[in-house]
């Protein structure tokens, strides 16, 4: 009879286990706004999603339309050294993504009113080498 007990509890103690450790394998509501250098891996994309390739020294968008409403640049470092992705215009302050390593991406959500917005890499001296984009929202 102690034997069968010991196996119940064992057997209890690993079924808590498991279920312990299939609830902590939640998904995230990482958003990628603490302003650590880790970027989220897996992010909810709010509004229009765009995609902002990144390299040596250039950064290339996958629209250049823009009407008025809410962005998430999902910033891809293809190059190969770090780069963030910065923008800036009317109603948005210089908001950045975290520094990316090679073949890291993060996503910048914004919201778009009409007017010219800059997109940059502010890493020094990349902005100077060509990793500027300006668009036009309307």
Request: aromatic fraction near 8%; charge should be negative.
């Given at each position: 009879m102690g034997a069968l007990r010991g196996r119940s509890t064992a057997l209890l103690c690993a079924l808590v286990g498991t279920a312990m450790l299939v609830v902590g394998c939640g998904g995230s509501s990482d958003t990628g706004g603490s302003g650590g250098n880790t970027p989220a891996t897996s992010a909810s994309v709010a509004g229009t999603?765009?995609?902002?390739?990144?390299?040596?020294?250039?950064?290339?968008?996958?629209?250049?339309?823009?009407?008025?409403?809410?962005?998430?640049f999902e910033a891809q470092n293809a190059g190969t050294m770090p780069h963030d992705l910065?923008?800036?215009?009317?109603?948005?302050?210089?908001?950045?993504?975290?520094?990316?390593?090679?073949?890291?991406?993060?996503?910048?959500?914004?919201?778009?009113?009409?007017?010219?917005?800059?997109?940059?890499?502010?890493i020094p001296?990349?902005?100077?080498l060509g990793m500027d984009v300006k668009i036009q929202v309307s």
């Open positions: 999603k765009v995609t902002a390739t990144e390299k040596e020294y250039s950064i290339s968008l996958s629209t250049m339309t823009f009407a008025p409403g809410v962005y998430t910065t923008i800036a215009g009317p109603g948005v302050t210089q908001q950045s993504t975290p520094t990316l390593q090679p073949g890291d991406t993060a996503p910048l959500t914004a919201t778009l009113q009409p007017g010219t917005y800059e997109l940059w890499c502010s001296g990349h902005k100077e």
